[in-house]
């Protein structure tokens, strides 16, 4: 569901609850959309049980309050807080079941007093959250709705996934131990018999999942922390490095404000440059983020990384030649 859908539906809310009834071509006018719309909106806020009455002889609506839930007991921070972290929410990858998430919000800011729900609405229309690229989590509805079903019952699951690093589709029973959303998408950690051990599984790449009837059980010393390590993001390497790279002052204050590990430190050196160090499980994610800085980045150690980066720069640049070679020669 759009998000602007969902702010014409918790507008429709806030009509109704005004206190006057409204005929659906008054409802038509304030929403700026046609009565089949109206109508269409009236039988989706029904479906959450958003109660509301007609009246039959005047051929109006508004709201139930006798059958309403009473306020809740929000300051008006709390419910502004609430209320931009559920539509944040509505925005990002985070949410799978895109429609229970949609009805939860629409619940929630209805039910609150209607001169709280016209403070939050003013000031959040000056309030805007972007959101980076990302998967698209409405994709994996029914597959995270399996997973979650099959992790309540402690049941194992078979599927059939599209692995990179097989490169080629594969089967597999699964324990499912947790599902976590890292960076841009959803993923599955769970113990893989075939393979004898813990793997992360890509949402988007379950091709088929089935939950079967067999049981497993989570081993009780698993933790998210120890599986991924020290990984710059999610994938561990075998060997710990210390990391130590220095920033030139046209982004070195890009990098200090932002948390990128839990280990970094950060100094700033006299000539304004940045010097940047960190602690981390295997050197290929990190070697792709030093990349996006270009020439503004510079590692010092260790000189794994720095001979990792200088092979990976040179093959970009013989690219780039290679490029321009062949667009000149057909000039």
């Known amino acids: 569901m759009k998000l602007d859908r969902i702010q014409r539906l918790l507008k429709l809310i806030h009509t109704l609850q005004s206190g006057r009834p409204y005929s659906v071509e008054d409802l038509a006018e304030i929403l700026d959309v046609n009565r089949r719309t109206v109508f269409r909106d009236l039988k989706l806020l029904t479906g959450v049980g958003i109660k509301f009455s007609y009246d039959r002889p005047t051929r109006r609506y508004h709201a ?42 629409l619940k929630i800011e209805s039910l609150l007093p209607r001169a709280m729900q016209d403070y939050c609405g003013t000031l959040l229309e000056h309030v805007e959250v972007k959101h980076g690229p990302s998967s698209d989590s409405g994709a994996v509805t029914d597959t995270f709705a399996l997973l979650q079903a099959s992790l309540a019952a402690r049941r194992k699951v078979r599927v059939r996934y599209d692995s990179y690093y097989e490169g080629k589709p594969i089967s597999e029973v ?36 089935k939950v079967l009837e067999e049981t497993c059980e989570i081993a009780p010393e698993f933790n998210l922390e120890d599986y991924f390590g020290n990984a710059w993001k999610m994938i561990k390497g075998e060997r710990r490095y210390h990391v130590k790279i220095r920033f030139l002052p046209k982004v070195a204050g890009n990098v200090d404000e932002i948390t990128w590990h839990k280990t970094q430190r950060a100094a700033f050196q006299e000539d304004g440059s940045l010097l940047f160090e960190v602690d981390v499980d295997g050197i290929e994610e990190i070697s792709w983020w030093v990349l996006g800085y270009g020439d503004q980045a510079e590692v010092l150690e260790p000189q794994e990384l720095r001979s990792l980066i200088g092979q990976r720069a040179s093959r970009m640049v013989a690219l780039y030649n290679a490029a321009e070679t062949t667009s000149q020669e057909k000039e």
């Open 174 to 209: 699964l324990h499912p131990y947790r599902l976590a959303h890292i960076h841009a998408g959803w993923y599955l950690i769970a113990f893989a018999q075939g393979a004898g051990k813990c793997l992360t599984f890509k949402l988007e790449r379950i091709m088929e999942i």
């Open 64 to 105: 139930d309050r006798e059958n309403a839930l009473p306020p809740v007991s929000l300051t008006y921070a709390e419910a502004l807080s609430l209320l931009l972290t559920t539509r944040h929410v509505l925005k990002s990858t985070i949410v799978a079941d895109r429609s229970a998430a949609v009805s939860a919000a």
